[in-house]
């Protein structure tokens, strides 16, 4: 604030002495300058009236000639006082409205505007380094999860985008470089509620900075790092970053498990995507046959050694060897755009193709003629740039990549529901058919709508009505978590995905098993759930039905739950 | 020399001698106490003011406060005067002027400190 104020004062400097020189000679004037009263006396204006005249004419050109009407001498002085005294306010005026749209005045009043909000925040908030493709994504999922969090980007474009974007909650946004220790340290890096530090900005070396800043700075904070690059996830891991996400890697590794085991990738997509419309079908990614991947760049490098663990036969096509580097299995070269590149790599008896270069036209291009030389193939699609959406809505590609929401999803898996991090990682210890009859009792339970999934810790701010109970040492067991509390001895469409006790995870717990203080319950089913199943966990009266039923009817327990 | 500090110097310096010249005299004597002087010693006060506006330092902070006091003084002064010679049925009594010269005479001391830290900033300077 201090600031603010100084410039104001030394702004309006000038203004203000031209306002009171002004003013001190036209008062002596009048003052000095003889007049005369109604009888035609001489008659000298005191200063009193002198100053009340002055003070109306400059602002208001005159209630008239007062207290007698004035001499060609007056008149001719208050000529002269007008024109002075109207110029002297033009001129102040005009200093204040160029001092407040001054870029140097505007940056002040922004900058201390936002560190009063930062300052304020009372809530857990996230610190999210670069507001691109990814961390737009990734700042609207949290906000509709009612998940604080504070921006920084270079670009003051994408701050005013964000300012005018609609969110459920007020993001703060601060413009300058993340590389640079006090911006993050003007977001609240150091702030109590501060809880963790994203860094999501398209150049590895600021995320690298961001990353070492905060571990410097809040060894304690829970560091989320977008690398694109072996070396830089080397170099971060080194010291101590908590969670690293490449996005070529993330997909590769997924694409991995579409061909080991697809109901597995099935429910990764239904619960680890958010905003999708209706139920994704489950894809079938050939496990055998000729795969075509278009560009070694990034991408490539990343999916094709899943490709070959997979036993699966790869032609890659790249346009520039010289420099991506020369695959070992040696590769045709061209774009993959025109149909003679295509018809070299074998396109005849391809079973899927990948368009993987970094240009989204080209991809495009490769996905269509592709498609024109063999109909059935199966097509893995990277998507550059978020603005082409629509296109690529449009030539329904089997799989699609579009690094910046590959990072975003994860990202918000791993803020927002930790629990469902670790079921992913869990979940792979288990075979296809496990994953599969999941998947349909999932269906069952939400119908042609995506599923949602939240966590809950038994504790007192999640679930004070359990809580509660078990300190009165009435065992709660996970089928009354999920009992409907509108329509007694009926459950409602969820299940619990997971139980984590200390280190220990239960994946799909029986509803029988007693929950614990300090349990965290991954559930997840049809969205109206959520809201139902909290009435059970926080109200006491509520519980207090639910328990009431269960004693009323100890034979057929869970069997609601089980069906 | 820095035609700034010169023209700030003057004005400090200024706005006490006009000052205490106008304080000169029996108290209660308006023939002592000429209201073209006081008129002279509210404008240089006022751009004595001015002139010390938005200087961050602590020194200029403390000068700026002893002129905000020279003129809050010397603007009671001139509203009881007015008051005195215009509204007030009595005119202008020998114990409103006295009450004026006093009013006047804090004026002075607040500017003989804005004097002395002037040249204490002065002597402070390194050549």
């Known amino acids: 604030m201090d600031s603010i104020i100084f410039l104001i004062l030394r702004r309006m400097r000038a203004p203000l002495l031209a306002m009171v020189a002004v003013y001190a000679v036209a008062v002596l004037g009048f003052v000095l300058i003889p007049g005369q009263d109604d009888q035609g006396r001489p008659w000298h204006m005191g200063f009193f009236h002198a100053f009340y005249f002055v003070s109306f004419m400059g602002t208001t050109i005159g209630f008239g000639e007062i207290p007698y009407p004035f001499t060609d001498a007056q008149r001719f002085w208050t000529l002269f006082a007008i024109y002075a005294t109207v110029t002297a306010w033009i001129y102040s005026i005009g200093t204040l409205i160029a001092l407040v749209q001054d870029p140097a005045f505007k940056r002040a009043v922004t900058e201390q505007r936002f560190a009063r909000r930062i300052r304020r925040m009372v809530d857990p908030f996230y610190l999210v380094c670069g507001y691109g493709d990814t961390g737009s994504a990734l700042v609207r999922s949290m906000a509709q999860r009612n998940q604080h969090a504070v921006v920084i980007d270079i670009e003051p474009l994408r701050i005013e985008e964000l300012e005018l974007e609609a969110m459920p909650l007020y993001v703060p946004g601060l413009c300058g470089d993340a590389a640079v220790p006090r911006h993050l340290l003007e977001a609240g890096l150091e702030h109590r509620r501060c809880e963790g530090v994203v860094a999501l900005t398209n150049v590895n070396e600021v995320n690298l900075k961001v990353a070492i800043s905060s571990k410097l700075l809040r060894p304690d904070l829970v560091v989320v790092c977008r690398a694109d690059s072996r070396e830089v996830e080397a170099n971060m891991a080194s010291f101590g970053t908590d969670y690293i996400v490449d996005p070529f890697e993330t997909f590769a590794d997924l694409l991995g498990l579409g061909l080991r085991a697809p109901c597995q990738f099935l429910i990764h997509e239904w619960l680890g995507v958010e905003g999708v419309r209706g139920l994704p079908e489950p894809v079938y990614p050939p496990a055998r046959g000729l795969w075509i991947v278009c560009g070694y760049g990034r991408f490539g490098k990343a999916v094709i050694p899943i490709l070959e663990a997979a036993g699966i036969e790869v032609v890659v096509v790249e346009a520039t060897p010289e420099r991506t580097g020369m695959p070992p299995q040696g590769c045709v070269l061209g774009w993959g755009t025109e149909a003679e590149t295509l018809r070299e790599a074998g396109i005849g008896r391809a079973a899927a193709i990948v368009a993987g270069t970094n240009n989204d036209t080209n991809n495009l291009s490769i996905v269509m003629t592709a498609r024109g030389l063999n109909p059935d193939l199966f097509v893995v699609l990277r998507q550059n740039e978020a603005r082409n959406e629509r296109l690529f809505q449009e030539i329904r590609a089997d799989i699609r990549m579009h690094p910046s929401r590959t990072v975003a999803e994860k990202v918000r898996v791993l803020l927002n529901t930790p629990l469902l991090h670790r079921f992913f990682e869990v979940m792979r210890e288990e075979d296809n058919e496990w994953a599969c009859e999941l998947a349909s009792r999932l269906a069952g339970l939400v119908g042609d709508r995506p599923p949602a999934s939240w966590e809950v810790e038994i504790a007192d701010e999640d679930a004070h009505a359990v809580n509660r109970a078990l300190a009165q040492g009435r065992p709660v067991d996970l089928g009354m978590l999920l009992a409907d509390p509108r329509r007694p001895g009926r459950s409602l469409p969820a299940l619990a995905l997971a139980l984590q006790r200390g280190e220990w995870i239960e994946r799909l717990p029986d509803p029988g098993l007693q929950v614990a203080h300090g349990d965290r319950i991954l559930f997840c089913g049809h969205a109206r759930a959520r809201p139902a199943q909290a009435w059970v966990l926080q109200n006491v009266q509520v519980l207090a039905g639910v328990f009431r039923e269960r004693e009323s009817r100890p034979e057929n327990e869970h069997s609601s739950v089980r069906g | ?127």
């Open chain 2, 1 to 127: 020399m820095n035609p700034e500090k010169v023209v700030f110097g003057f004005f400090i310096v200024l706005a006490l001698t006009l000052n205490f010249g106008f304080v000169l005299g029996d108290m209660d004597d308006p023939a002592h106490h000429p209201v073209y002087e006081f008129f002279a010693v509210v404008v240089v006060n006022l751009i004595a003011t001015v002139l010390k506006l938005g200087d961050r330092t602590q020194i200029g902070a403390v000068l700026l406060a002893t002129s905000l006091v020279a003129v809050l003084q010397l603007l009671a002064a001139s509203a009881l005067w007015t008051y005195a010679v215009y509204v007030s049925a009595a005119g202008l009594t020998p114990a409103t002027m006295a009450s004026v010269v006093s009013l006047s005479s804090g004026a002075v001391l607040a500017n003989v400190i804005s004097v002395i830290l002037l040249v204490v900033e002065t002597v402070n300077l390194r050549r």
